[in-house]
């Protein structure tokens, strides 16, 4: 295997773990969220849905977050494999993030388990969801801590390369670097939204196959105001994000929207296609770029010809780039008209149509997930540290990463099917209505 076909199966092989990855890291970070509200609504309505909201939802969070830790161990170890060059420069700056990110997963994992062994062991109900807060700041830290290596790849700081020898090394200007704000408030509120819509789109399918119990309405409403708030969000951080680029990496923004001169006034551009360098069919909006980076029409957006063509990233960018903020509009309005609907008492929001549209969320905001990295990713491209050091130096030389790939496959196969298929083994044998019923007997018949 030659060098060009290592870095290409390298690539591939963490491309195919991030993907997978990100779909069980993305619900771990957002769901004890979910389980934290649903339990204190249970507590402060006394609703018993509620509560049997947050017993079920932390069973199924269970499952992935065990998943979770394999498929994060994958990327760990492939990091070293795959990527040895970056990780002897990251290991001596970045290092410290990484290191913190595994403390803040014990934290998690063992207020996780505390909390899910002591259902019903509490008198005051309230201490017992007290448990959950550490579950969730540990689920939000991790993602905090690994996202700022992200965003370290994006704005490398905090060291100096003096002939090819590190040098003046400072862990936590390398933490704080100019893309941490942006990414980690992203990566958070995106997590939070596309929990509560894979939530909700399980509720919306039980009852689109005619179980009209109202614990599943109220799973729906619950989890469609939270996306609410937490796409409107992702909407605003979005926005904040392209201005990041706009400051610090004007080549990826450019092309993310296929601009290629320097301009005042530019548009933005969504859709179309390229012919050279002549953008056809699109959608253009008259000044739009030039607001979103500079909050005026008239402002300077930096062009692609402005870079030596070895550094542009990849163009085909500006289709994930879309793709992702269709689906990010699309999923905002659905919450949206669902929520206003419910308070307004719409027929609507109750046929099968909408609920189909609500179902379909679910696997959506994964997609836009999967978009949202993808687009950051290749977008860094053709580098792995930005200014620093390219992809291709930072790649193994071994040619056994071809074997590695189809290895890894077979596992995330293994996965990907057993814990879908515990996870509907696990709720189709002990249904919600079974569920309530055999609470309701063990309440009657308590002496106490």
């Known amino acids: 295997m030659g060098n060009e076909e290592s870095i290409f199966f390298s690539r591939l092989l963490t491309e195919l773990t991030l993907s997978f990855h990100i779909i069980y890291a993305t619900i771990g970070v957002g769901i004890p969220l979910m389980i934290l509200l649903a339990q204190w609504l249970g507590i402060k309505k006394q609703d018993e849905h509620y509560i049997l909201l947050a017993r079920r939802w932390t069973r199924g969070y269970v499952i992935t977050v065990a998943v979770g830790v394999v498929t994060g161990t994958a990327i760990g170890l492939q990091l070293s494999l795959l990527w040895p060059k970056f990780m002897e420069l990251a290991g001596?700056?970045?290092?410290?993030?990484?290191?913190?990110?595994?403390?803040?997963?014990?934290?998690?994992?063992?207020?996780?388990?505390?909390?899910?062994?002591?259902?019903?062991?509490?008198?005051?109900?309230?201490?017992?969801?007290?448990?959950?807060?550490?579950?969730?700041?540990?689920?939000s830290v991790s993602a905090i801590f690994i996202t700022i290596v992200n965003a370290f790849m994006n704005a490398p700081r905090g060291f100096e390369l003096i002939n090819g020898e590190l040098v003046n090394i400072q862990p936590l200007v390398a933490m704080f670097n100019p893309a941490m704000p942006t990414k980690i408030s992203h990566v958070l509120a995106t997590a939070f939204m596309t929990s509560a819509f894979v939530l909700g789109s399980i509720g919306a399918y039980r009852l689109l196959k005619g179980s009209h119990h109202i614990y599943h309405k109220k799973a729906l409403f619950l989890t469609m105001k939270i996306a609410v708030i937490f796409s409107v969000a992702s909407a605003i951080i979005g926005d904040f994000s392209g201005k990041y680029l706009a400051a610090y990496q004007p080549e990826k923004l450019a092309a993310y929207e296929w601009h290629f001169e320097t301009e005042e006034g530019a548009p933005l551009i969504l859709y179309g296609t390229l012919d050279g360098e002549e953008v056809k069919f699109a959608i253009k909006f008259p000044y739009a770029l030039s607001l979103l980076?500079?909050?005026?029409?008239?402002?300077?957006?930096?062009?692609?010809?402005?870079?030596?063509?070895?550094?542009?990233?990849?163009?085909?960018?500006?289709?994930?780039?879309?793709?992702?903020?269709?689906l990010g509009i699309l999923l905002t309005f659905l919450s949206i008209i669902y929520v206003i609907g419910i308070r307004v008492k719409a027929r609507f929001v109750h046929s099968k149509r909408y609920l189909r549209l609500l179902v379909l969320g679910g696997p959506l905001s994964l997609l836009a997930i999967e978009l949202g990295w993808w687009l950051s990713e290749v977008g860094r491209q053709p580098w792995i540290l930005r200014g620093i050091m390219r992809t291709g130096e930072a790649a193994t030389t071994s040619d056994q990463v071809d074997a590695m790939l189809l290895l890894f496959c077979g596992l995330y196969l293994v996965l990907g099917i057993g814990s879908v298929h515990v996870l509907t083994r696990m709720f189709r044998q002990y249904p919600v209505e079974k569920e309530l019923a055999d609470r309701k007997q063990e309440k009657v018949g308590d002496p106490l």
């Open 92 to 139: 001596n700056v970045i290092a410290l993030p990484l290191f913190m990110e595994t403390f803040a997963f014990f934290f998690e994992a063992i207020f996780l388990g505390i909390y899910l062994y002591t259902w019903d062991r509490f008198e005051n109900q309230k201490k017992h969801m007290l448990l959950l807060i550490p579950v969730a700041i540990g689920a």
């Open 293 to 326: 980076v500079g909050n005026n029409p008239k402002a300077e957006v930096v062009g692609l010809h402005d870079f030596p063509k070895d550094v542009w990233p990849p163009l085909y960018t500006h289709y994930l780039f879309d793709s992702m903020v269709t």
